[in-house]
């Protein structure tokens, strides 16, 4: 069963950026198509971020032009830059293959989080 360990998660400051990563147990799923999700307290998981086997990307609205997604496929990593942080992006940060049905998928990891406050 692959296993995903996301990393880089920390309290900052509104405008601020951080960048997480996600090591990915098995080589093959680094070439699938990958998302990032997000889940703030009281909501449910949503994906905010996705890589194709291609190599191109996809962003949900509320972080269009503020994250950038990319992976390493020797490292079987996948990162997720964050700039411009808000408050809105508080929340327990994910990486796991790509769904647009995040409850479909039963194998998570821990996740990473990220709080944004002044």
């Known amino acids: 069963q692959v296993q995903f360990v996301e990393s880089g998660g920390g309290l900052v400051q509104p405008g601020e950026s951080l960048r997480l990563s996600c090591v990915v147990s098995?080589?093959?799923?680094?070439?699938?198509?990958m998302g990032w999700y997000r889940q703030a307290p009281g909501k449910q998981r949503e994906l905010i971020a996705s890589?194709?086997?291609?190599?191109?990307?996809n962003y949900a609205d509320s972080v269009k032009g503020r994250f950038t997604i990319s992976r390493e496929i020797a490292k079987r990593t996948v990162n997720l830059e964050m700039n411009s942080l808000k408050p809105e992006d508080t929340a327990v940060y994910y990486c796991n293959l790509r769904t647009l049905s995040p409850s479909s998928l039963t194998n998570w990891g821990q996740g990473t989080q990220v709080t944004v406050s002044s």
């Open positions: 890589i194709f086997a291609s190599g191109s990307v």
């Open positions: 098995r080589s093959s799923s680094i070439l699938s198509a």
